[in-house]
């Protein structure tokens, strides 16, 4: 993060400062204020577990940043990943005896996702229907399949292993944040030092310019959904091996704290421009402030209600700098 | 509008411009033929009634797609607005003068529906958004206005108390179909003979160029923001009266509905076209098909996958249209 002033060679301005690293401000703030209130909060256990909680909706907000530096937007995702643990459990149901079941299990749900993901990818490419369109109308599809396929009823599991797997650690640290941060790093490094990565922020940036430059835009575009649909199938098994179950109820808000994550963390919706690692510092805020709502004992709609505020006021916030920035320019 | 054009592209645009009443009439002979009771009197009448808090929704959504918006708190404002009018009708409508009350309602729940709209245009025309921030603003404010709907009730279904007069007459009879067709005609004319309309469609069609031309964007948007929430409000009304009752999630899903009636009917997305008298092709279509779905028996989720295939199927057609339009022009 320091790379921007050291590039700009400008003196340390706290004013930019907090202009272009919100998040660092908030995050920063926030935990001060609930540590104070709440000692209890910046305890270890409740750290562990704010990790625990954010690493299943982080890693579909670490692609929807992909995404959205695309130019492209999923709001399927939600539908995706309901979808993904109703799949999963039914076939651990059936296969999750033997080892090499449990792994085409979650092989064949992973594969079931990025069809979702390229299903969208080729009616946003191909029929070229706006991808809020595409999405919402999958969203609908999806869900409405899997109600179908549930009867509307919850499917539980009680495989040993993926239960050890969602609740077992390793150091002190649990499995599935080291998916979540071996994810982030691996999407990281692709979006930064990688041909794939460079040419996505191209066709986010002006998809005519880099098409006139000769990079497969819509290819790009397709496979941005693709990677969405995979990340959303695998943030299902992992809550399904966290709380040993699949339901059309679990996860109905994760494309939307995606995308919250996404610009609480500094990408603007405009495309591209952003960061993954940004992404996770987002994550890392809402976590806070989702656990801090909790931990204050808010209502639940109050704290549906605050979800929503801090949403509209993030995303506005953004775009009011953003084309603010703009008319400087 | 230009004759040498029409003339030349003869077949395919007569399925473009007719396209979707062609469908209907092909969805109205297949679901009579698979089911008699379809085409009765009493059966379309119930089209038409169900159909109208849809197409009260639909009329709002019209308005600000025209302008190049999107409002997806749609949904959220109905359940509001309706928990609001059950209410008031349960504490004054008990002890007082039912039909004061009602009309005491009505007023209340359309002013929520247009201070949520107010809410969302004053958002929007401060920071300038486009369509994609229309989305997620929007979507956002679902969230917050049907939180707003769970706190106001605690998350109760509320069952009608009040004696049933003028409120209940609302949403039942004819009352429901005249209100929409009412509502309907002074929109057109709003959209299609005023300035205020004309204005609305050249926001849609190129917002810096409407900004250049001296139009007031910012306090258009804002208006056409609150006549899509009063548009709600009032669909809330018909809803709760016809049922009796308030539900805080009952008007889930009403802006997709809204939406597809819309797209259906021919307004773009991209704003800057449509009208009002397509969208009331659309609603028509979208409630016969509901109301087909249901008569020939399909189960309540297998509905969900028909109405999301519907809405891309419909954005798709939009699209080859406007493609048409602008053949070359499409980068």
Known sequence: ?329 | MVETIKNKINIGSTLRNYGVMIGLVVIIIIVSIVEPAFFTGNNLLNILRQSSAIGLCALGMTYVMVAGGMDLSLGSTVSLAGVIAIMIMNSIGVTGNADVAAVIAVIAAVTAGGLVGLANGVILATINGRLGESFIITYSMQIVVGALALLVTGGQFIFGRFPEQLYSKLGTGLSPILIFAGLAIVMQLGLAKTNFGRQTYFLGANMNVAKMAGIKVKQLRVINHMICGMCAGLAGIIITSRVYSASPLQGTGYELDAIAAVVIGGTSLMGGSGGIHKTILGVLVVGILANALNVVGVNAYAQLIVRGAIIILAVGLDGLNRGAAIKGLVS
């Open chain 1, 1 to 329: 993060m320091n790379q921007q002033s050291q590039g700009l060679k400008k003196s340390f301005n706290i004013k930019r400062f907090i202009v272009e690293q919100p998040v660092f401000i908030i995050f920063l703030l926030f935990s001060i204020v609930i540590g104070i209130l709440k000692p209890n909060f910046l305890g270890l256990s409740n750290v562990r577990n704010l990790f625990m909680d954010i690493s299943v909706y982080g890693v579909v907000a670490c692609t929807m940043t992909i995404a959205i530096i695309c130019g492209e937007f999923d709001l399927s995702a939600s539908s995706t990943f309901i979808w993904s643990q109703i799949l999963f459990c039914t076939l651990l149901n059936r296969w999750g005896g033997s080892a090499l079941g449990i792994l085409a299990a979650a092989i064949v749900t992973l594969i079931s996702g990025m069809i979702i993901g390229s299903v969208n990818g080729l009616i946003v490419t191909r029929l070229k229907i706006n991808s809020f369109i595409t999405t919402l109308g999958m969203m609908i599809i999806i869900k409405g399949v899997a109600l179908v396929f549930t009867d509307g009823k919850m499917v539980s599991t009680s495989n040993g292993f993926i239960a050890k797997m969602g609740t077992g650690a390793l150091l002190g640290i649990p499995y599935l944040v080291y998916i979540y941060v071996v994810f982030v790093a691996i999407a990281f490094f692709v979006m930064k030092y990688t041909r794939f990565g460079r040419n996505i922020f191209a066709t986010g940036g002006n998809a005519v310019v880099a098409k006139l430059s000769g990079i497969k835009t819509l290819f790009y575009k397709y496979m941005v959904f693709v990677i969405i649909g995979f990340a959303s199938a695998l943030a299902g098994i992992m809550l399904v091996s966290q709380v040993r179950a699949g339901s059309v109820l679990y996860g109905t808000d994760l494309a939307l704290t995606a995308v919250a994550a996404t610009v609480i963390g500094g990408t603007s919706l405009s495309g591209g421009s952003g960061s993954v690692a940004k992404t996770f510092l987002g994550m890392l805020v809402l976590g806070i402030l989702y656990k801090a709502l909790i931990f204050l004992g808010l209502q639940a709609y109050y704290q549906t209600l605050i979800k929503g505020l801090v949403l509209v006021v993030v995303v506005a916030a953004d775009a009011y700098l953003n084309r603010s920035g703009n008319i400087r320019k």
